[in-house]
T-cell receptor, first 116, second 115 residues
């Protein structure tokens, strides 16, 4: 069974600095997707960035980038120039196709605090 | 805003009762997934519906059931509520596997409290 592990329950960063959130996963599949979601106090899950496993190039979205190490099954998120609005819960997620549908597995989350 | 709406936003039920939660998917999305998020944890996959049929299920008992309607909206039904069913229930809509863009859009969730 697939699992997703986020080993940092909480992280803190100074405004304008850079922070890296860690995520490891376990799977025997070769074709899958990885995601980072942000969940602010409003509760709505917002997609931050996605990575297709077949792509070697690391995904980037403005201030957000990932370090995808497929062999090591590692998928970390780097947030550059942190802003107060980045404070939220961040979830790493793994998705594969299962019997014609999706099955998404989330990690336990990392709470990010941003200090002014 | 994602275009995925869930109702109600909050709900309090008594142990043993039944509850129905509702989700309207984003326009054009015919795949709906439901998740349970207990306090302080990540979401757990309950099941997924595509073309009005369940096509994937997580480790949840049969008292968790669902429906999808022709307009792609969906319901999650939970019978014989237990205290541990207290959680945030999230709905996500997307296009099905094989589509060009299968990004999932989440609603704001329904906070269910069982007393």
């Amino acid at each position: 069974a697939q699992t997703v592990t986020q080993s940092q329950p909480e992280m803190s960063v100074q405004e304008a600095e850079t922070v890296t959130l860690s995520c490891t996963y376990d799977t025997s599949e070769s074709d899958y997707y990885l995601f980072w979601y942000k969940q602010p106090p409003s509760r709505q899950m917002i997609l931050v960035i996605r990575q297709e496993a077949y792509k070697q190039q690391n995904a980037t979205e403005n201030r957000f980038s990932v370090n995808f190490q497929k062999a090591a099954k590692s998928f970390s998120l780097k947030i550059s120039d942190s802003q107060l609005g980045d404070a939220a819960m961040y979830f790493c997620a793994y998705r594969s196709e299962d019997h014609g549908g999706f099955k998404t597995i989330f990690g336990a989350g990392t709470r990010l605090f941003v200090k002014a | 805003e994602t275009g995925v709406t869930q109702s109600p936003t909050h709900l309090i039920k008594t142990r043993g009762q039944q509850v129905t939660l509702r989700c309207s998917s984003q326009s054009g999305h015919n795949t709906v997934s439901w998740y349970q998020q207990a306090l302080g944890q990540g979401p757990q996959f309950i099941f997924q519906y595509y073309r009005e049929e369940e096509n994937g299920r997580g480790n949840f008992p049969p008292r968790f059931s669902g429906l999808q309607f022709p307009n792609y909206s969906s319901e999650l039904n939970v019978n014989a509520l237990e205290l541990d069913d207290s959680a945030l229930y999230l709905c996500a809509s997307s296009l099905p596997p094989g589509a060009l863009n299968t990004e999932a859009f989440f609603g704001q969730g329904t906070r269910l409290t069982v007393v």
